[in-house]
């Protein structure tokens, strides 16, 4: 159901909905939900049907717009909603190819994110709900990424991934590890998750943002470091693995940053470089492809020996916690989740474990509103609905 013709925004692959059938999903269990996002740096909105069939999901991204600061800047963040959401709602209403009258409810992200950011999603969605004389669902981010896997089992046809879970949320953002149950409370499927731990400092993404940086690798530095990672030799430099007193599932990404920083210092044969990188940075030259030809073995070297430590860093502790919690699965999530090194010791060392491990697709690990949409589902069955006092919460819990 993809539109044909230029696309402005990028869109996710709609899955089992093909036309021919589409009179069906306006059945009574068909309901449409139409999902808003906008708690940090890219303007979404998709529409799902039944909780679990994405009719459409467009993705603004503002990655261009921050890109030269190295990092979301809240107050362009907020202006850049602004311009993008009705187009972006416009747009995923009509890839669905509905109307606004087909849509049964809207959910849209509370929190956690920049107040800026999700005050723009929330008060669209609570006029445009009002408007239509729709309920409004507040969903809470976090839930969201927990639900995008859920989503991409649909997708691919698979059973839902075995309960409880242990689910790694590892983003730009947010790193935190969550025990989930579900349970049927009055017909409607009911979430609950306990938090078990998470980063004491940075996020995992905003430390491979931050070395990129330093490296002058281009941003977001994630997609380029994976890539890199894959021409060095993770074994060449040693980092030292963060000592987690009191919480063992608790992570620690700060120290790493700072040791890539004093190995840059007492290796300056690097930083010419780097300048060279920064010059090809700045003339828009940013593939990867392009930076690893200007990359000598040594700076591979540090790549690899970073993403090699951050990864088994958090693979080794959410292994851990799922076993602790007796959980029968494992969820990854967020925009770290796409990183192939990752998920390529996840999948093996689930394996070694005897534990299933579920990834979304890329797609629906980073931010979009098919994943709001969805975990709005449960809460809209469940008749639990917002009204004109919905506001954001920037530092909101998943609980
Ligand atoms: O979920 P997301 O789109 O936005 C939030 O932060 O909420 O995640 C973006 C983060 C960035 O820090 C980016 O560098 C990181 O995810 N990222 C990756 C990869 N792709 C994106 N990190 C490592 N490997 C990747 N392939
Ligand atoms: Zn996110």
Redesign the pocket.
């Known amino acids: 159901m993809r539109a044909s013709g230029p696309q402005p925004y990028a869109t996710i692959n709609v899955v089992g909905s093909e036309r021919a059938g589409f009179e069906t999903f306006l059945s009574a269990q068909s309901k449409i939900i139409l999902g808003i996002e906008s708690s940090?740096d890219?303007t979404a909105a998709a529409a799902v049907s039944g909780g679990e069939r994405i009719l459409s999901s467009i993705v603004a991204s503002q990655i261009a717009i921050h890109r030269k600061y190295g990092g979301v800047v809240p107050e362009l963040a907020s202006r850049e909603h602004l311009r993008q959401i009705v187009p972006v709602v416009r747009e995923a209403v009509e890839q669905a190819g509905i109307t606004l009258q087909n849509v049964d409810a809207v959910a849209v992200t509370r929190g956690p994110g920049l107040v800026g950011a999700l005050l723009v999603g929330i008060t669209y969605g609570k006029v445009l709900a009002q408007a239509l004389g729709k309920p409004l669902i507040g969903v809470n981010h976090l839930e969201g990424h927990v639900h995008a896997v859920f989503l991409e089992a649909a997708a691919a046809g698979l059973p839902r991934p075995g309960m409880p879970a242990v689910c790694l949320i590892v983003?730009?953002?947010?790193t935190v590890i969550y025990f989930v149950k579900s349970e049927v409370q009055n017909g409607a499927a009911h979430f609950s998750y306990t938090r078990i731990g998470g980063t004491r400092d940075d996020a995992a993404?905003?430390a491979?943002?931050k070395v990129a940086r330093l490296l002058a690798l281009g941003y977001?530095?994630?997609?380029v470091?994976?890539q890199l990672a894959a021409y060095g030799d993770a074994r060449a430099i040693r980092f030292n693995e963060p000592k987690m007193r009191g919480n063992v599932f608790d992570f620690s990404f700060s120290g790493i940053k700072t040791a890539v920083l004093y190995h840059l210092r007492r290796h300056s044969e690097l930083q010419p470089e780097i300048d060279t990188r920064k010059e090809a940075l700045a003339r828009g030259e940013r593939g990867a492809d392009a930076l690893r030809r200007l990359s000598s073995a040594a700076t591979l070297d540090l790549v690899a020996s970073f993403q090699r430590a951050v990864v088994d860093d958090l693979v080794t502790r959410t292994i851990a916690a799922a076993q602790q919690s007796g959980a029968r699965s494992i969820l990854v999530s967020?925009?770290?989740a796409?990183?192939?090194q990752l998920r390529a010791r996840f999948a093996a060392e689930a394996k070694r474990h005897k534990i299933d491990v579920f990834f979304p697709s890329r797609a629906l690990?980073?931010?979009n509103a098919a994943m709001i949409a969805a975990a709005g589902y449960p809460r809209f069955v469940a008749g639990q609905h917002e009204d004109a006092t919905l506001n954001a919460e920037p530092n909101l819990p998943l609980v």
């Open positions: 940090c890219e983003s730009g953002g947010h993404g905003e491979y943002d977001p530095g994630g997609p470091l994976d967020g925009g770290v796409a990183n192939r690990s980073t931010d």
